[in-house]
């Protein structure tokens, strides 16, 4: 059965600096893997996302996530981040056919500090 | 509006009582989707259906949960004879179809059972 695992429940970060959540994932195949991000009383918002290829993808809100197949890893990164990135953000994993259902972790809560 | 809607977005239920979640997918979407979100968690999935069929229900906890899409587009989640541990924000999100993989959430109905 595939999980995905997300160590961090919050992370802290001040206006302006980098940003790097982890996320760890296991399935047995190719996995699909995805970023979302709640804000609150929202729904979720795909980031970004992947399915193949190269191994650096670039999302919406200049998020970039890279899979590592070595670690079983698809990390979030930003450069510099900004206050409305504040929000949960969540990993998930489904399978690479069919109906796409995904498996989420349980998240990361990030504050930003001004 | 364009994007996936529900409603209410918060209902108070005695134990014991039945309620009914509504979703409105994006229009033209064949794919729809039903998800729990506990407190601190992560959405874990609860059915899937394709148009007006319900091809995946393994998720739903128990005989008390329901769901419903009969003609294709509005869906609706019933919970019978509801318990504490239904607590919880169920969110519904839809997709353009098989194949498809980003899904579009609604903002969620947040369901407290007392």
């Known amino acids: 059965a595939q999980s995905v695992t997300q160590p961090d429940i919050h992370i802290t970060v001040s206006e302006g600096a980098s940003l790097e959540l982890r996320c760890n994932y296991s399935?047995?195949?190719?996995?699909?893997l995805f970023w979302y991000v709640q804000s609150p009383g929202q729904g979720l918002q795909l980031l970004l996302k992947?399915?193949?290829?190269?191994?650096l993808v670039q999302g919406i809100k200049g998020f970039e996530a890279e899979f590592k197949r070595s670690q079983s890893s698809f990390n979030l990164r930003k450069p510099s981040v900004h206050w409305s990135d504040a929000a949960e953000y969540f990993c998930?994993?489904?399978?690479?056919?069919?109906?796409?259902?995904?498996?989420f972790g349980r998240g990361t809560s990030l504050i930003v500090h001004p | 509006g364009a994007g996936v809607s529900q409603s209410p977005r918060y209902k108070v239920a005695k134990r014991g009582q039945d309620v009914a979640l509504r979703c409105d997918p994006i229009?033209?979407?064949?794919?729809l989707f039903w998800y729990q979100q506990a407190l601190g968690q992560g959405p874990e999935f609860l059915t899937y259906?394709?148009?007006?069929?319900?091809?995946?229900k393994s998720g739903l906890p128990s005989d008390r949960f329901f769901a419903e899409r009969p003609e294709g587009s509005v869906s609706t989640l019933k919970i019978q004879r509801t318990q504490q541990e239904d607590s919880a924000v169920y969110l519904c999100?839809?997709?353009?179809?098989?194949?498809?993989?980003?899904?579009?959430f609604g903002p969620g109905t947040r369901l407290t059972v007392t």
């Open positions: 399935y047995g195949a190719t996995p699909y």
């Open positions: 998930a994993v489904s399978s690479s056919g069919g109906s796409y259902i995904p498996t």
């Open positions: 992947y399915f193949s290829g190269d191994t």
């Open positions: 259906f394709q148009n007006e069929a319900q091809l995946d």
């Open positions: 999100a839809s997709s353009l179809g098989p194949g498809r993989v980003e899904q579009y």
């Open positions: 229009s033209g979407h064949v794919s």
